[in-house]
């Protein structure tokens, strides 16, 4: 499987961004989704929001009430629409496929895409 992520830029404090990924293959739809991101100067990764094959979702509690995560299985894309963004959302943002029994807490991933870039100007 393939992830291609896209959508990134730069955007100033308060305005709204959405990116999105696009996998390869014919199983998206039995795919568990996750957005993550990796912030300047940080070594790993954080959890941002899942979306689940049924359709259920979480976040990560810093972006919840401002991120939503959704999907169009037609289309093998996921996608992130960002509002009310902050500085501090600044990162790299990365899409993988997640493996079964993945949480936010938890997680484990059977394939991860390139990222993209947002950058939050104050």
């Known amino acids: 499987v393939q992830l291609q992520a896209s959508g990134g830029g730069l955007v100033q404090a308060g305005g709204s961004l959405t990116v999105s990924c696009v996998a390869s293959g014919r199983k998206f739809s039995t795919y568990d989704m996750g957005w993550f991101r990796q912030a300047p100067g940080k070594e790993r990764e954080s959890a941002v929001a899942f979306i689940w094959s049924g359709g259920t979702t979480a976040y990560a509690d810093s972006v919840k009430g401002r991120f939503t995560i959704s999907r169009d299985n037609a289309k093998n894309t996921v996608y992130l629409q960002m509002n009310s963004l902050k500085p501090e959302d600044t990162a790299v943002y990365y899409c993988?496929?997640?493996?079964?029994?993945?949480?936010?807490?938890?997680?484990?991933?059977?394939?991860w895409g390139q990222g993209t870039q947002v950058t939050v100007s104050s």
């Open positions: 993988a496929v997640l493996r079964n029994g993945s949480s936010l807490a938890l997680y484990e991933y059977d394939y």
